[in-house]
């Protein structure tokens, strides 16, 4: 079935480091690409998507590309902030409706 | 507008009692997912409603669980015998159809004593 794997971390950064979170996937056809974050108390949010081979998603910042040569969707930001600290979430949307997310990877950023 | 609302936000209860989660999702959307969050497992996608379709419940985890949507908006999400695995985070969301974007509630936490 489809699965997700991504670094499960947790991962410590300097403010205005650099952040890459891997993230992999296996699915049948042409999934949909999410990545969701995860704030201190708060829901799930979505952070970006990609729905095609080669869709760059971008959001605050963040970037990630959808890369199906590799089956690849890897989160990257060139200057992390305290603020970004949270738990991120790779999830992809298969031939079912449903959501399938990786295990997440927590980040904090000290400042 | 509104987002997806959930009640309650904390919910505990004894071994071998039956919970009900509520859901509101977001006003117009057809789509409605309950997945649960917790720490042994992550998310799991548990049931999804679409419209008046039959539910996909294939990740529902055993027979003591079960959900309905009325009107196909509101969803009651039902947990009879509970548990103490069944402690988690119970987690919906709404959305306008595929491929659009799920927009999750903030959650009820289950704690099964």
């Known amino acids: 079935g489809d699965s997700v794997t991504q670094m499960e971390g947790p991962v410590t950064l300097s403010e205005e480091a650099f952040l890459t979170i891997n993230c992999t996937y296996t699915a049948t056809g042409y999934p949909s690409l999410f990545w969701y974050v995860q704030y201190p108390g708060e829901g799930l949010q979505l952070l970006l998507k990609a729905t095609k081979a080669d869709d760059k998603g971008s959001n605050k910042g963040f970037e990630a590309t959808y890369r199906k040569e590799t089956t690849s969707f890897h989160l990257e930001k060139g200057s992390v902030q305290v603020s970004d600290s949270a738990v991120y979430f790779c999830?992809?949307?298969?031939?079912?409706?449903?959501?399938?997310f990786g295990k997440g990877t927590k980040l904090t950023v000290n400042p | 507008g509104a987002g997806v609302s959930q009640s309650p936000s904390n919910k505990v209860t004894e071994k071998g009692k039956d919970v009900e989660l509520r859901c509101d999702p977001i006003?117009?959307?057809?789509?409605l997912y309950w997945y649960r969050q917790s720490l042994g497992q992550g998310l799991e996608f548990l049931i999804y409603?679409?419209?008046?379709?039959?539910?996909?419940k294939s990740g529902l985890p055993s027979d003591r669980f079960s959900a309905e949507r009325t009107g196909g908006s509101v969803s009651t999400l039902t947990i009879q015998r509970t548990q103490q695995e069944d402690s988690a985070v119970y987690l919906c969301?709404?959305?306008?159809?595929?491929?659009?974007?799920?927009?999750f509630g903030p959650g009820t936490r289950l704690t099964v004593l």
């Open positions: 969301a709404s959305s306008g159809g595929r491929p659009e974007t799920q927009y």
């Open positions: 999830a992809l949307q298969g031939g079912s409706e449903k959501l399938v």
């Open positions: 409603f679409q419209g008046n379709s039959a539910p996909d």
């Open positions: 006003s117009g959307h057809t789509a």
